[in-house]
């Protein structure tokens, strides 16, 4: 494995991933030696010229807006889409015939249920809700009021220009957090007895057996598995779902009545970073992680 | 689909796209490996390029695959230069999905 990075210093998973993979700035291309596949992410022209000409490479989509030059269509095999309105958008801008869509996953070792027996069902649950505090503010501000009204323990954890309004207004009724890394979630997880958040936020969640609501640019209700395809299609984000607010206190009591195994089972069916990697061809040949 | 393997002295992993053929080879220290595919799939342009992708990369090799993951993290071009924490750039999800996929 190999990561080359255009910015390397504003990079910060540059150290711990540095114990799994090689790592380049990317004005050191020419050191990378064969390449079979590649993965661009945010590519821009300089990068994708830099890259190793015979080897074939996949664009990731994060966004589903991302507007790529011309140089970077050409350069991309393919372009993958993780949800089926980034598939839709992208099909206006990208060949059709280069689009794929996979729905990503997460790391089912890494995020897995805790040791502890779970106990007794608690009065008032320990419930996170994780977003960031920039865009659709509207609809974040509408969740977290509605979810103060909730028998919850509340904490809040994202960044954005909201944060010291949120710090303002409702500090003294939650715990406001702004930022853990990605690679130490999944320890922070294991504090909280349901979660609320979007897309990747709630499969972490599923996976490590906790119940989830998704709200993301909508509010989308409770995630169980009898609806979680339909959440998967706007990869969980609750995208022209618009549930009622009002059913918040039955949705996280209808969450709650899941258990441990039914949460990590959809994750697994639904949310494998393993069927994601099959599915876009690198899942049995990574190297194993020591 | 056919294969064929002939003695070869390199030893590194290479591949060689060949353009306009229906043979895509692979060398290996123990020689070449000769896989037919459909012509159109060689474009990487159809409905069949995923499959290509998939069968080249999954199926051909003995070691581990010479993944290489590359990305533009200059002024955080995902969130338009926001989200700066100390000197570096803090994207949860992108972040994660690389971490996810690297391990």
Known sequence: MTLLVEGLNGFPLTEPLRKYARVFEMDEASHLGPIDLILVDEPTDKLVMSLPAESPAICVIHNKDSVYSRKVQDRCDQFLCMTEAALEYQSTKIPPGKLIMVNHGVDLERFKPSNDSGGTRKTRPKLLFYTRLNRREATMWRILERLLLCTVELTMLGDGDAFWKISDQYGRDLTLINYIPCHSIHNFLHHFDIVASAGRGVLEALACGLPALCAGYEYGGPVLPNNIRRHMEVNITGYRMAADLAGMPEDIEMAMSLDRETCRLMASEHGSVDTFLDRIGIGEKRPAVA | ?103
């Not at chain 2, 306009?20 to 342009?45: D, H, K, M, W």
């Not at chain 2, 002024?75 to 924490?85: A, D, K, M, R, S």
């Not at chain 2, 750039?89 to 690297?102: A, D, E, S, V």
């Open chain 2, 1 to 103: 689909m056919i294969c064929a393997v002939e003695a070869h002295p390199v030893s590194p992993f290479t591949k060689d796209r060949v353009s306009n053929s229906s043979f895509v080879s692979f060398q290996f220290s123990y020689g070449t490996l000769y896989i037919e595919v459909p012509a159109r799939a060689l474009s990487l342009g159809s409905p069949r390029a995923s499959m290509f992708f998939r069968q080249e990369t999954a199926a051909l090799k003995d070691g581990p695959m010479n993944l290489l993951y590359a990305l533009s993290a200059q002024g955080n071009p995902l969130y338009q230069g926001e989200f700066e924490l100390h000197g570096r750039y803090q994207t949860y999800g992108q972040h994660g999905f690389i971490y996810m996929t690297l391990l």
